[in-house]
């Protein structure tokens, strides 16, 4: 009967370890109603908004010739009034944001969803089948460093798992990316609708 109490013994040790598994990293969702958005200032050209997030990190908005711009965060108001990183053609942004949460609960991350609205050669115009898609991955500027920025982009109609690469991408490249240094790159296949990043950062900042 020793044998069998050792092994019940060594079992009940070795099960709260495989019940408890350690905390990951999750997503929580927002709403980006820009109705609903404070206007900070505006011109013939656009206009800047601030809108609430998640748990006290707000949305910095901006809009100038009809291409889009986000921050997020305790973004330092150098960065809030200078930087400007979108698409090199007509643009918007999607209405639901995905923020990453590390073990703490901390939001360090931001997935949105961007459309991209590219001329139909035939239609003369930006048609649906013409549009592309692309989840823009951002850093959360924080407290202590005011820092936000663009930090990745996966094309939404190239991946068939664009979601959970962008989550991959957030959680593993986010953590160690310095804003004004490093350059945001593409994940996974991008295709022909994907559109033309730019980006526009005050070089004191950096």
């Known amino acids: 009967m020793k044998p069998v109490i050792s092994k019940l013994l ?9 019940t408890h598994p350690a905390r990951a990293n999750d997503s ?10 404070r206007t900070v200032a505006e011109d013939e050209m656009g206009a800047s908004l601030l809108c609430r997030g998640y748990d006290g990190y707000d949305v910095h908005f901006a809009e100038s010739d009809l291409r889009q711009s986000t921050l997020y965060g305790a973004v330092d108001k150098k960065l809030e009034n200078e930087v400007f990183e979108s698409f090199t053609v007509f643009n918007h942004v999607g209405s639901k944001i995905e923020w990453r949460r590390d073990t703490g609960g901390r939001p360090f991350a931001t997935i949105l969803r961007w459309f991209i609205e590219n001329i139909d050669d035939q239609a003369g115009m930006p048609t649906k089948e013409s549009t ?32 959970e690469l962008a989550r991959r991408v957030a959680d593993e490249q986010v953590p160690g990316f310095t804003c004004g240094s490093d350059r945001s790159i593409w994940f996974g296949k991008r ?7 730019t980006h526009v950062w005050p070089e004191t900042a950096q």
């Open 191 to 197: 295709g022909e609708k994907s559109g033309e990043p």
């Open 132 to 163: 592309g898609q692309v989840l823009v991955i951002s850093r959360v500027a924080q407290p202590d460093d005011g820092l936000g920025c663009v930090v990745g982009y996966v094309d939404a109609l190239s991946n068939p798992k664009a979601n």
């Open 10 to 18: 060594a079992a009940a040790t070795i099960l709260p370890l495989i």
């Open 28 to 37: 929580v969702y927002t709403d980006l109603d820009l109705d609903k958005c």
